[in-house]
């Protein structure tokens, strides 16, 4: 059963820059598309960034050009780098394969303060 650990949430000024990790505990050579989600109580969990093997990536409108998803297959992590935050940020964030052949990880709780 493949496992993912998400990190790097806080609590951050609005403006300001959080980057998320993603470590699986398996080669995510083979797994073509990987992608970050978020989830606000109450609310859809909904897909924020995906990225392929080949380093095709693919942003939600709310975050294009503030967040860049990227990997690291040799040491099997996924990354989300997020700039010039905004409170309607904040969410649980988790990672995932597309299409998803795992259970949810316990995410990391980002909050952006106004």
């Known amino acids: 059963q493949v496992q993912l650990v998400e990190s790097g949430g806080g609590l951050v000024q609005a403006g300001g820059s959080l980057r998320l990790s993603c470590a699986v505990s398996?080669?995510?050579?083979?797994?073509?598309?990987m992608g970050w989600y978020r989830q606000d109580p109450g609310k859809q969990r909904e897909l924020v960034a995906s990225i392929t093997k080949g380093g095709n990536t693919n942003y939600a409108d709310s975050v294009k050009d503030r967040f860049t998803i990227s990997r690291d297959n040799a040491k099997n992590t996924v990354y989300l780098q997020m700039n010039s935050l905004k409170p309607g940020d904040t969410a649980v964030y988790y990672c995932?394969?597309?299409?998803?052949?795992?259970?949810w990880g316990q995410g990391t709780q980002v909050t952006v303060s106004s």
């Open positions: 995932a394969s597309i299409p998803r052949s795992h259970n």
């Open positions: 398996r080669t995510i050579f083979s797994i073509n598309v």
